[in-house]
Structures are given as C-alpha cells and as structure tokens.
C-alpha cells in the first residue's frame, strides 16, 4: 500500500535536492561586489523620492476592480460562445440578462466619473 507513495516521495526528494543545489550553486559561483549603489532603493530608474508608506489614490483600487470586473466576463463569454449553438435560446436570453447588468455597471462606473483620470 505504501509502495504507490514512492513515485511522489521520490519525486519530493529529487525537486528538493534540484531546489537546494541550485541555491547552493548561486551562492557559490555569485559575483560577490557590494557597493552603496547596490544596496541603494531604486525604483523605475530613478532614487525614491517619498516614503514607502505613502498613501495611494482610491482611483488606483477603482480602475483594478473595474479591470477585474470586465476581465472576469471574458471568462464567462468565452466559454457561453463557444457552445453557443448547443444551448439554445434560453441561454441567450440569460446571456443578454448578464451582459445587459454589465453595461448598466458600466455606465453608472462612467457616470460617477470613476473612469477619468486627472
């Protein structure tokens, strides 16, 4: 009974001494050169010029909702459309219900103004 466990444990043991080996390869063979510029906090090619703890816009989480939202439907149209044809039409109907909420979202997403940007 144990012996159909032996392909997993073996397969955990050669990962893991893979995994290991090659930390142990990076740290050996590694270019060993700390200057002040590496250890300098650098952030889309210029120094940082505020704290890190800096407050963000609420329009930041706005737009990634709003993406996440409309990039969430493609994956509930994809699939509808490819076995569009097999559903009939009340999955259409359910379809344009779905769509239809989302364009009303939308809409009241444009008219509150959390699509512009200053």
Excluded: H, N, T
Aim: net charge negative.
């Amino acid at each position: 009974m144990l012996g159909e466990y032996l392909p997993v444990l073996l397969f955990l043991i050669v990962s893991g001494g893979i995994g290991v080996a090659l930390l142990i390869a990076g740290a050996l063979l590694s270019p060993k050169k700390p200057s002040a510029e590496k250890f300098a906090p650098y952030e889309c090619g210029f120094e940082a010029f505020e704290d890190a703890r800096m407050k963000f816009d609420v329009r930041y989480y706005l737009f990634a909702i709003l993406f996440i939202v409309f990039d969430l439907e493609i994956a509930f149209v994809f699939p509808w459309a490819v076995v569009f044809r097999d559903l009939g039409v009340f999955a259409l109907v359910e379809m344009g219900i779905f769509l239809g909420l989302l364009v009303l979202g939308f809409a009241y997403a444009w008219k509150k103004g959390a699509l512009e940007w200053e």
